[in-house]
């Protein structure tokens, strides 16, 4: 994998979540004046979270309980606000490409470690297969090729092979076929390919 490709990839993944939380911003602004008791909400939300937070710290459950029963009823009018407004039970969010990493590429699996997302590695593989030249598929594969390009004149002297090139190409090719077919077995050794850059 190309570390060149990589960080592209991730400045993309800044841009995208950039434009979703500013979305979110706009999104927001608009609604507030609109419906200015959101606003209150969400700033209250935000409040009993910080006090959430040192509650626990404290080991004060009785005002945690206290707390969490304040949130939820907050949650419920915000949701009840939103639904009068005929909008989304999730407009308050950013809609972010994948929801599952944030659009960040990354996450934290269940040992607390760094992974890369799915949608990340999908993007690797694309771009790495779209730079391979190998997105004609359809046009070139084993059923169109040709085999009579090749000569069927042998020629040792310039070709250094006792046969054709023509019979030389179909024994390639039947070889790759037996590679392909077989391509699970781990005893199958890998296929080498030289030659001069360029060549075809």
Same mark, same amino acid.
């Given at each position: 994998?190309?570390?060149e /490709?990589?960080?592209?990839?991730? %400045?993309?993944?800044?841009? &995208?979540?950039?434009?979703?939380?500013?979305?979110?911003?706009?999104?927001?602004?608009?609604?507030?004046?609109? /419906?200015p008791?959101?606003? &209150? /909400?969400?700033d209250?939300?935000?409040?009993?979270?910080?006090?959430?937070?040192?509650?626990? =710290?404290?080991?004060?459950?009785s005002?945690?309980?206290?707390?969490?029963?304040?949130?939820? @009823?907050?949650?419920r009018?915000?949701?009840n606000?939103?639904? &009068?407004?005929k909008?989304?039970?999730?407009?308050?969010?950013?809609n972010?490409?994948?929801?599952?990493?944030?659009?960040?590429?990354?996450?934290?699996n269940?040992?607390?470690?760094?992974?890369?997302?799915?949608?990340?590695?999908?993007?690797?593989l694309?771009?790495?297969?779209? %730079?391979?030249?190998?997105?004609n598929?359809?046009k070139?594969n084993?059923?169109?090729?040709?085999?009579?390009l090749f000569?069927?004149e042998?020629?040792?002297?310039?070709?250094?092979? @006792? /046969?054709?090139p023509?019979?030389?190409?179909?024994?390639? %090719?039947? %070889?790759? =076929?037996e590679?392909?077919?077989?391509?699970?077995?781990p005893?199958? &050794?890998?296929?080498?390919?030289?030659?001069?850059?360029?060549?075809?």
């Open positions: 994998m190309s570390n /490709i990589l960080n592209s990839l991730l %400045k993309e993944y800044e841009q &995208k979540k950039l434009r979703a939380e500013l979305d979110l911003e706009k999104r927001k602004e608009e609604l507030y004046q609109s /419906i008791q959101l606003q &209150k /909400i969400e209250e939300l935000n409040q009993f979270a910080i006090l959430t937070t040192k509650n626990i =710290l404290l080991y004060n459950n005002s945690l309980e206290d707390l969490n029963q304040k949130v939820e @009823n907050l949650k009018e915000k949701a606000l939103l639904q &009068k407004a909008l989304p039970c999730n407009y308050l969010v950013p972010y490409e994948c929801s599952i990493c944030k659009d960040t590429g990354y996450l934290s269940n040992h607390y470690k760094t992974e890369m997302c799915n949608c990340l590695k999908q993007k690797l694309d771009t790495s297969f779209h %730079k391979s030249n190998m997105t598929l359809e070139e084993f059923n169109t090729f040709n085999e009579n000569s069927d042998i020629d040792l002297a310039k070709y250094h092979f @006792n /046969i054709s023509r019979k030389n190409i179909t024994n390639i %090719k039947q %070889k790759c =076929l590679f392909v077919e077989d391509f699970d077995n005893n199958r &050794k890998n296929l080498l390919f030289t030659g001069n850059t360029g060549l075809r």
